[in-house]
């Protein structure tokens, strides 16, 4: 085995440790009543989307984390072999899926004349399509080489494919359409995951396409940082933070977002704002709002004087908060922080994040959208490719709520895509992808990966066996 295989398969130094090993055969439960195994029944022949799943998540309680990420600290996690307790039942394919749970904000952009009316949706549409990631704490399933998944919501107008298009470094295309060629919204994402002792850090490399067919518009822009904190003490949290740049090239307009990161007294927790400007620099809304919340828009000199009011009436509380702060403990711990937004008046809201099912906490925090995602509906298991997420041995037992088997199938999993990577190396043989090819994204220049098409034709017969 050569150098970077083995830096790529770094599990193998972490193996050995007693630390590491758990048995999840005794691991506590929630006990929850299901119902026709977390689906809705069918009413007149109509299949309703389940609105949870088979099984509650374990608990993490008896196993230590600490154990086995003392030996990553500094390093990269996606080239790391993680135990099953990190992950939630879905894989990172179907994550990123979510992004489409609003795609009613792009059809709202459709319906736009104006330009900067079109970019505060495109804008909302962004930062909504982050908000799944609000208090989901489990990792999902590094997806395997050729997997596959795809997502047709005729009641929302669209369909996606997506495919795991490299392993080293693991990178996530996909690609997804307007049933009725209103738009194409595309991307790859490569997620550099970090462990720095106390949080975990993600960076999710890649750029974000929208086209609207009818405007002749191309949008593009990058996701936010993504922090884990206390993953080793205390309550997790998590915060996003950076700036995104949102560009028409078509028109030159920009939308500048920043997501603010939560700040010694957790004032700017999930905060986000920012501004659309013309291409001549011009200020023409200003947008603010929480990522975990909504979001709003307004007129500038509206904005520009509300903060005025507010900067004088809070340099008064400013010396107060300060001598009632105590010192920073072991934790990270999560400010207190007001968890709705104070509307401006003159403000008009873009869009409001949908309340997440009573039971989200035992179900791993996953919103209604999340929860249908794995299911598998009558009749689907013939239509889709064997390569589907859907039909993942792994990540169907830990849904189950069938932990060892999960755990036993991830490795062998694991094994398998090794074994073929070492075949290949034998045989000098690159691999293919099946649906998309690389390429320069048309309007940054940037590496990305192409949609190549002909997925739907559903012709499947040459595809790999990675199950």
């Known amino acids: 085995m050569n150098s970077e295989e083995e830096f790529y398969d770094a599990e193998t130094g972490l193996e050995s440790d007693d630390s590491c090993e758990v048995?999840?055969?005794?691991?506590?439960?929630?006990?929850?009543?299901?119902?026709?195994?977390?689906?809705?029944?069918?009413?007149?022949?109509?299949?309703?989307?389940?609105?949870?799943?088979?099984?509650p998540m374990f608990s993490r309680n008896d196993f230590s984390i600490w154990g086995f990420l003392k030996k990553c600290i500094g390093m990269e996690l996606s080239k790391i072999t993680m135990p099953i307790v990190f992950n939630e039942p879905l894989s990172f394919l179907q994550r990123i899926t979510e992004y489409m749970e609003h795609t009613y904000l792009i059809h709202k952009a459709c319906t736009e004349s104006d330009s900067i009316e079109r970019m505060?949706?495109?804008?909302a549409f962004a930062v909504s399509?982050?908000?799944?990631?609000?208090?989901r704490t489990g990792k999902p399933f590094n997806p395997l080489l050729g997997e596959t998944y795809e997502l047709t919501r005729e009641d929302d107008g669209y369909r996606l494919i997506s495919e795991q298009v490299s392993h080293h470094p693991p990178i996530s295309a996909f690609f997804a359409e307007s049933l009725s060629q209103d738009f194409t919204f595309h991307g790859s994402i490569y997620p550099k995951l970090k462990f720095w002792g106390k949080s975990i850090e993600a960076e999710p490399k890649g750029t974000m396409t929208l086209e609207l067919s009818k405007h002749k518009e191309a949008y593009t822009w990058t996701n936010p940082m993504c922090c884990v904190h206390n993953v080793i003490l205390g309550k997790l949290w998590i915060e996003q933070y950076g700036t995104v740049e949102i560009v028409n090239h078509s028109?030159?307009?920009?939308?500048?977002?920043?997501f603010k990161p939560s700040g010694m007294f957790g004032k700017e927790l999930h905060r986000v704002e920012g501004?659309?400007?013309?291409?001549?620099?011009?200020?023409?809304?200003?947008?603010?709002?929480?990522?975990?919340?909504?979001?709003?828009?307004?007129?500038?000199?509206?904005?520009?004087?509300?903060?005025?009011?507010?900067?004088?009436?809070?340099?008064?509380?400013?010396?107060?908060?300060?001598?009632?702060?105590?010192?920073?403990?072991?934790?990270?711990?999560?400010?207190?922080v007001q968890e709705t937004v104070t509307m401006i008046p003159g403000s008009t809201l873009l869009w409001r994040i949908a309340p997440r099912p009573a039971h989200s906490a035992e179900m791993y925090n996953f919103t209604s959208f999340a929860m249908a995602l794995n299911e598998l509906q009558p009749g689907m298991e013939g239509v889709l490719a064997p390569t589907d997420c859907r039909l993942r041995p792994d990540i169907r037992a830990m849904e189950n709520g069938d932990i060892d088997t999960a755990s036993q199938e991830k490795e062998r999993l694991e094994e398998k895509q090794r074994a073929a990577r070492r075949e290949r190396a034998r045989d000098e043989e690159d691999w293919s992808t099946r649906w998309f090819h690389q390429g320069a994204n048309p309007y940054t220049g940037s590496s990305d990966w192409i949609y190549t098409g002909g997925y739907f034709d559903r012709k499947y017969s040459d595809l790999p066996d990675i199950y």
């Open 23 to 55: 048995s999840f055969k005794d691991a506590p439960v929630y006990e929850g009543k299901q119902t026709s195994n977390g689906r809705v029944p069918s009413e007149n022949g109509v299949w309703e989307r389940r609105t949870t799943l088979p099984s």
């Open 120 to 123: 505060q949706f495109v804008a």
């Open 129 to 135: 399509a982050v908000a799944s990631q609000w208090d």
């Open 251 to 258: 028109t030159g307009d920009k939308c500048v977002l920043n």
């Open 275 to 336: 501004h659309i400007q013309d291409k001549s620099k011009k200020k023409q809304r200003v947008i603010y709002g929480k990522w975990t919340e909504c979001l709003y828009t307004i007129e500038p000199k509206v904005y520009e004087a509300n903060k005025k009011v507010e900067k004088k009436s809070g340099d008064s509380k400013k010396h107060k908060q300060e001598q009632n702060t105590g010192g920073a403990g072991d934790a990270d711990e999560m400010p207190d």
